[in-house]
């Protein structure tokens, strides 16, 4: 365990996204003080719930489609790297052809902040 009791973790990806497992092994391997999410399907909201469950506050930033239109994902992921997150993880298997977490994940690297792409095929890490 590698426990930091103010560690914020921001926690993002695919929103197809299914694997609880990898998921629930991060959060018992940091075990953050705050996760971060963007509160969309598949990886964001099961890194909510896997917190949660393992009683670790959770700061949810949903997009606001209707305000913002489509310049309303963007705008959440500046939000929860504005949170200044000690990590940024990222699940995705197609990075590539990903525009959300993409943007994210290079506003991260961008910002100079740690970061780690999990996929089920390789890991590409600032970090690890």
Not at 87 to 107: K, M, N, P, Q, Y
Not at 112 to 118: C, D, E, F, P, S
Request: hydrophobic letters at 40%.
């Amino acid at each position: 365990m590698c426990y930091n009791k103010n560690m914020k973790i921001l926690m993002c990806g695919d929103r197809n996204w299914t694997d609880t497992e990898i998921i629930a092994d991060i959060l018992l391997w940091f075990r953050p003080h705050i996760i971060i999410e963007g509160a969309a399907r598949g990886a964001d909201r099961l890194s909510g719930i896997g917190a949660r469950y393992y009683g670790i506050q959770v700061h949810e930033f949903p997009a606001e489609w209707t305000k913002y239109g489509k310049s309303a994902g963007i705008i959440r992921n500046r939000q929860m790297l504005d949170e200044e997150p000690d990590l940024v993880i990222a699940f995705h298997d197609d990075i590539e052809h990903s525009a959300g977490t993409g943007h994210t994940l290079e506003e991260a690297e961008r910002r100079g902040m740690t970061y780690a792409l999990i996929s089920h095929w390789h890991i590409l890490d600032s970090v690890l």
